[in-house]
């Protein structure tokens, strides 16, 4: 079957007919696409209505009360990270619940504490900003222990903020344990409600009495209405302290996390909606990824298992990397895995201020030496601390995401693959030469495009493909895949 030929079939689901293939053809093509699972027909996320406002639940109290453990009991899955000792959650970190058919926003804050110094006192700030942008607010006490002087500064905190509060008297695995929850009414916040985090006792009434305080949720949408989908979701990655806090807190116009010079602040990836360019983005800030996973321990551990599934769930990865310091193998690591995950990926220089002449002579040496296999990325050169060039990053996020969803079609790829093939032919090997019948471009996000020819096609040369079609179509700040089917040889008819 020649290239034109191959030209005038369409994609499945597009397919009015299936023009010069023959059936036999036709149907092959259909049954190789349909055995790799190709979709076809992309209609966008169905399921993603973030963008919907929802009343909003700040959870409250002093370190170690259990906290992030009654916000993963709350949402349902171990979502928070959860480790027995005091001060591991550190941002707001956002979560969407849902009881009794109402959906909300819930907000797991670090630890507050009295005149609290450094790295807690950020802590505080941030359960304090939790507060103030909450509809009410659930108050976690430690029933064991009782009412302490903090727990009682920070009533007067959570009353000066006018919000209406749920009393969770909180470690309260069992009928005995009820008469400590019950001595929690001398905080004057009502009823306090005795639970069990860890085991879901009592969790139940104490949800029905949050509903009570938190307004009415907006309807939700479904189907047509969500084809429209949500904010484009962006996750920040990169090494520990490279400045993915500060650079969210500078696109963001104020502290939305805690930053700190000590590397791993982050823990929780922490989402935070953004309007840059006239749009609502999705951020979602990570923590740092360490050398190797098994490197790390206990929190830390943790905060990198919930890093990779922030980038699963993101659609453009901004690969933050420190200028001023010799590029690492932990760098091109990083964005490695961004390119497997299949995402659009923009690459940001941080700490340019830093810079002078002869670092950044030599970090042009290092970037043509090192990340020669995603020159395709679109480059930012960024200061999160003065703002330098902040301005340039939505139009490189925008470039990556156009790349990522661009399709090609079936006609205008196999006129291009005809003219390639014509002017550069594959490489004779074994006395063969191997031929690209057709191809299709089977999806995108990322795109991917499959080959059908008459032998096998070296590695070399899909290179030497994926680098013609960017010459031609573009495909900015997405990575490609080309995979091959080779046509099996029939055997003679009896």
């Known amino acids: 079957m020649s290239m034109e030929n191959a030209g005038h079939a369409e994609a499945a689901g597009h397919v009015a007919g299936h023009g010069d293939l023959n059936d036999a053809e036709y149907a092959e093509f259909m049954q190789l696409a349909a055995e790799e699972g190709f979709d076809l027909d992309e209609f966008g996320d169905l399921d993603d209505h973030e963008h919907v406002p929802l009343p909003v639940l700040a959870v409250v109290g002093r370190p170690n009360v259990g906290k992030s453990t009654l916000v993963n009991r709350i949402i349902g899955r171990r979502e928070a990270v959860v480790e027995d000792r005091p001060g591991v959650t550190r941002d707001r970190v956002q979560y969407e619940a849902t009881w009794n058919g109402r959906r909300f926003k819930l907000v797991d804050t670090g630890g507050w504490e009295i005149d609290a ?236 201020d830093q810079m002078d002449d002869e670092r950044r002579y030599y970090l042009e040496r290092e970037i043509e030496q090192d990340l020669v296999q995603v020159q395709w990325a679109p480059r930012v050169n960024v200061s999160a601390l003065t703002g330098r060039h902040m301005e340039k990053l939505v139009p490189a996020i925008e470039a990556a995401l156009d790349g990522w969803e661009t399709r090609i079609p079936t006609a205008r790829l196999n006129a291009f693959l005809g003219e390639l093939v014509a002017a550069h032919p594959h490489p004779v090997r074994g006395g063969k030469q191997p031929r690209i019948l057709f191809g299709t471009q089977a999806g995108t996000k990322p795109p991917r495009f499959v080959l059908f020819a008459s032998g096998f096609i070296e590695a070399g040369y899909r290179r030497f493909i994926e680098r013609r079609l960017r010459e031609e179509f573009g495909f900015v700040g997405t990575p490609i895949s080309i995979s091959v089917r080779v046509r099996e040889k029939r055997g003679k008819k009896k």
């Open 117 to 352: 110094l450094g790295l807690d006192g950020l802590v505080a700030t941030q359960a304090e900003m939790g507060i103030e942008n909450s509809d009410a607010v659930l108050f976690v006490v430690d029933a064991q222990v009782g009412a302490t002087d903090t727990d009682e500064a920070l009533v007067k905190l959570i009353r000066r903020s006018g919000k209406p509060v749920v009393l969770c008297a909180n470690k309260v695995d069992g009928p005995s344990a009820e008469a400590d929850a019950a001595a929690l009414w001398n905080l004057g916040l009502g009823e306090p409600y005795p639970v069990s985090a860890l085991h879901g006792r009592g969790s139940g009434d104490m949800l029905d009495a949050v509903l009570e305080k938190l307004p009415e949720a907006p309807p939700q949408t479904f189907a047509a209405d969500q084809i429209l989908g949500g904010p484009r979701r962006v996750a920040l990655i990169g090494r520990p302290n490279v400045g993915k806090s500060s650079l969210l807190n500078k696109v963001a116009g104020e502290d939305r996390v805690v930053v700190n010079e000590l590397a791993g602040t982050t823990r929780d990836p922490v989402d935070e909606m953004i309007t840059l360019g006239g749009k609502t983005w999705k951020f979602i800030d990570t923590a740092g990824i360490r050398r190797r996973v098994h490197q790390t321990a206990g929190a830390d551990f943790y905060a990198s298992l919930r890093t990779a599934a922030a980038l699963e769930k993101a659609e453009v990865a901004v690969v933050l990397i420190d200028a001023s310091e010799t590029l690492a193998e932990q760098d091109t690591r990083i964005i490695s895995m961004a390119v497997e995950a299949g995402r659009a990926v923009v690459v940001a220089y941080n700490k340019w």
